[in-house]
């Protein structure tokens, strides 16, 4: 039985549709990433979990417990939020130690527990600290030691990372996945940073409006988006219009694309392709491989270890396509704006989205 089971959670702030009938299971042990644009109640369902929000209907099993009803001290959770919300006025160890149980943990058990949850933060010595004295990353990380104080059953973090400066979120987000994989305890994120859930999570749940778009691998809503809103907003992504013109091909402008997502569609059926920049690659000049066409180079965007190439293919009006080649695949090859360039797509890699077209 899954660890955490939300089922059919609904959640309105007054007319507004905050979570519309949200089921969810996630594993023992699982990092899931709960990922979405602002507004798509991604926090919501976080809270409610956490019993800070209440839902209006539906339910939320926790390790067997029925706890939709339990108040948020009942359950079982440390939480980390996007502002630090440590205590000004207390230590970082009595920042630490503020939830722990002072029965079970009399003055020295406590010392050496939040010694123990400061080594595991990376940040070893700091007990006499106060939290103004310390940076972003660094109160980040005594709020992670809280949550973890109590050895909850349940991690929750909302957001933590996006008051951090670029450099130190990548930092604190590779920490918090090493220290997730040593303690093994089941963590839910909440982010809008697309980057940030396909580093970290083992599974990833998109959400717009309120609903679950996709739930799954970082590689399975990136390679495999289920839906149009989960293909654009994870990742850039080229749209490209057109029907099917047998089976297996596609008709984009004059062009006949081979597409294997295309194997099962009825001839003359409009689709809606998908491809990623990275899947557009160069060719000679002279190659006729099959899936290749020329295009003209309107503009290059220069991104350090990649270049985006937007082009406009030949003969397909109002269409353009951004391209994205490693400066290691260019090798110094130049692409001004006006060359001529031929493009080659795989037809494993140009993807139909059921029902679109
Ligand atoms: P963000 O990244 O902006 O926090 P989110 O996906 O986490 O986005 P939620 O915070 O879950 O979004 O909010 C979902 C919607 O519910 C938003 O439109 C928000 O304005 C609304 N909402 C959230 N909390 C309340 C509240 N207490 N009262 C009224 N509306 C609320």
Redesign the pocket.
């Known amino acids: 039985m899954s660890y955490l089971l939300i089922e059919a959670l609904s959640k309105r702030?007054?007319r507004?549709t905050?979570l519309d009938r949200v089921d969810l299971s996630i594993e023992r042990g699982e990092f899931v990433v709960f990922l979405?644009p602002?507004?798509?109640?991604?926090?919501?369902l976080l809270r409610a979990i956490a019993g800070l929000d209440r839902q209006d209907s539906g339910r939320i099993v926790q390790d067997g417990d029925d706890i939709s009803q339990w108040p948020v001290a009942a359950r079982d959770f440390g939480i980390v939020f996007q502002s630090y919300a440590l205590f000004p006025n207390l230590s970082v160890a009595d920042n630490i130690a503020y939830g722990l149980d002072n029965r079970r943990f009399d003055r020295s058990a406590r010392a050496r527990r939040v010694e123990e949850l400061l080594q595991l933060v990376g940040l070893p010595g700091i007990q006499g600290k106060y939290p103004a004295q310390l940076s972003g990353g660094q109160q980040q990380r005594v709020a992670l030691a809280r949550a973890l104080a109590t050895a909850p059953g349940l991690l929750l973090l909302d957001?933590p990372l996006s008051a951090l400066d670029a450099l130190e979120r990548v930092r604190l987000r590779g920490e918090i996945r090493a220290l997730q994989d040593k303690l093994g305890v089941t963590t839910v994120m909440?982010t809008?940073d697309q980057e940030e859930a396909l580093a970290v999570a083992d599974r990833i749940v998109v959400m717009s409006h309120g609903r679950i778009e996709q739930v799954g691998t970082p590689r399975e809503v990136y390679r495999a988006p289920a839906t149009p809103f989960v293909a654009d907003f994870i990742g850039r992504v080229n749209v490209l219009d057109g029907a099917v013109h047998e089976r297996g091909r596609v008709q984009v402008g004059p062009h006949v694309l081979d597409c294997e997502q295309a194997r099962d569609l009825s001839p003359g059926a409009a689709v809606r392709l998908y491809l990623r920049p990275e899947d557009i690659t160069l060719l000679g000049v002279t190659d006729s491989a099959p899936n290749s066409f020329y295009a003209h180079v309107r503009k290059v965007e220069f991104l350090g270890a990649h270049v985006a190439v937007v082009m406009k293919p030949d003969r397909m009006e109002g269409v353009e396509l951004t391209a994205q080649f490693s400066q290691n695949y260019l090798n110094g090859t130049e692409l001004p704006p006006g060359a001529i360039v031929r493009v080659g797509v795989d037809r494993r890699h140009l993807r139909v989205i059921a029902g679109e077209g």
């Open positions: 702030f007054g507004f905050a979405g602002s507004g798509c109640g991604k926090t919501t957001e909440v809008h």
